[in-house]
């Protein structure tokens, strides 16, 4: 595996190394993975180790896959490598050096199937890098059908509220009815002299710190007693941003009420499901 290039120029790619010996280091790199995943489960299993260092040279040799793949992607498609010969080849070597020379033996090509990724990396945060874990956020949110015009650390931290149902299925259903109302122009009509004896009833119900001041403002926002009582119900609690946006407050971060109004239908298949209905939210508005 890995023979010399015997055509290589400095600068020029095109007669370096044919599609078939790439592909065969790459085919080779894999299974040398695929070895050292058997001596990790068999590690775990029996409490002893196989090798020294396995998950340090899996992460030295994925690298250098990643990039020989990438190399291999550009020559295919008739497009500029960012290496030159000489260096692909010192890639391919490197490679060798962690998977040892094919004495003439072929090796079983892998096929990775990647479906189902995002949903599991989604169920199992603890065991996805970051990169993997962004990436599904934004799978999920747009599943979801969320607006999002939001950094991409909040999509994530967003993300993780909701599956750790931190903002429960109710909260969605309250940010569902928000954007239901506003689209049909309905409003909820309610006097001062009115707030303040809601204000009171709510106090009454619910575990609540908001002062009658952003309560009201909550209402001029079109934001019911109903909705209000629900986000309370649910152990979170509503704000107001500087600009007067209403948002959800969670330990995770404060997110605009408009940014998490979802496809109701997309949540159920994701396990969420409102404890009420939207009917039993509108009662205020007409």
């Known amino acids: 595996m890995s023979k010399p290039c015997n055509n290589c120029n400095k600068d020029n790619n095109d007669n370096c190394c044919s599609d078939s010996d790439l592909k065969q280091d790459i085919t080779a790199g894999y299974a040398k993975l695929c070895e050292y995943a058997d001596k990790l489960i068999r590690e775990k299993r ?33 497009q500029q490598t960012c290496l030159n010969c000489n260096s692909l080849q010192t890639l391919r070597e490197q ?19 990647e479906s189902g990724k995002e949903e599991w990396t989604l169920n199992n945060p603890r ?10 956020s934004y799978w999920f949110c747009d599943k979801l059908d969320l607006r999002l015009k ?6 994530c ?35 001062i002299d009115e707030c303040k ?40 609690e509503l704000k107001l941003s500087t600009e007067d946006v209403p948002q959800i ?3 995770l971060g404060d997110f605009a009420i408009c940014d998490i109004s979802p496809d109701m239908d997309s949540a159920k298949e994701f396990g969420i499901n409102p404890t009420k209905t939207i009917e039993d939210l509108m009662g205020d508005y007409n």
């Open 46 to 78: 029996f409490g002893h180790k196989c090798e020294e260092d396995i998950c340090g040279k899996v992460e030295k040799l994925t690298g250098l896959i990643e990039v020989l793949e990438s190399e291999n992607k550009k020559r295919l498609q008739g």
């Open 197 to 236: 004896i809601d204000f009171k009833l709510l106090h009454s119900k619910v575990e609540c710190n908001l002062d009658l001041k952003t309560y009201i403002k909550l209402i001029e926002n079109n934001i019911s007693f109903d909705l209000i009582r629900t986000v309370y119900e649910n152990n979170l």
């Open 249 to 251: 407050k969670t330990p």
């Open 127 to 136: 065991c996805a890098s970051f990169e993997d874990w962004e990436k599904a």
């Open 95 to 113: 490679i060798t050096s962690i998977v040892g020379v094919n004495c003439g033996l072929g090796y079983t090509d892998c096929e990775i199937d």
């Open 150 to 155: 939001i950094p991409a650390e909040e999509v």
């Open 157 to 191: 931290n967003l993300t993780l509220a909701l599956k750790k149902e931190i903002i429960s299925a109710d909260i969605l259903l309250v940010a569902k009815v928000i954007d239901q109302v506003n689209k049909l122009e309905l409003k909820v009509s309610r006097s």
